[in-house]
């Protein structure tokens, strides 16, 4: 039987994923520093801790987004996606999404309200766009891991018949 690869590349491209965010969690700080000496002309260093810490705290629940997605692909990759693993990994990444439009908010809020830079930028269209993307990504994994949950009990139901 002729194995399918695109379950491997799938793997490894979220590999190639997770390895490029942390590469750019890593420089963010001077990434923000260029950003900022290039565009404004600015060289301001509590101002680049204070976006770098945001940076940092709306990348949390992508992170541990990122890791259980890995932790499916490879559930796949293994033939096992029909497990209770892909259940919790569904149920974490759609907790990661929700939790994601709190603190993108509180983030954003924080740096318009206590930081000059920041005062006169209007939020309301990230807003709304995050909202939908992670409603919409948590809401998907929530049904998945859902289906999933039935997929496994018809499966062991199956399994015992036999």
Not at 49 to 58: D, K, L, S, V
Not at 63 to 91: D, G, H, R, T
């Amino acid at each position: 039987m002729k194995k399918n690869p695109i379950p491997r590349i799938l793997h490894m491209i979220v590999i190639l994923g997770i390895t490029l965010t942390c590469i750019v969690l890593l420089g963010a700080p001077a990434i923000t520093t260029a950003f900022l000496k290039s565009r404004f002309s600015m060289s301001d260093g509590k101002l680049v801790i204070t976006i770098a810490t945001c940076i940092y705290f709306c990348a949390v629940p992508y992170v541990i987004a990122l890791f259980k997605l890995k932790k499916l692909s490879s559930l796949v990759v293994n033939n096992n996606p029909f497990s209770m693993e892909s259940v919790k990994s569904l149920n974490v990444i759609s907790i990661c999404a929700f939790i994601e439009i709190i603190i993108f908010i509180a983030c954003t809020s924080y740096l318009k309200y206590s930081v000059e830079f920041f005062k006169n930028i209007i939020l309301g269209g990230p807003y709304i766009v995050l909202a939908f993307l992670c409603v919409t990504i948590g809401l998907l994994c929530l049904v998945l891991s859902q289906l999933f949950e039935i997929a496994i009990k018809i499966k062991e139901e199956n399994d015992q018949t036999i």
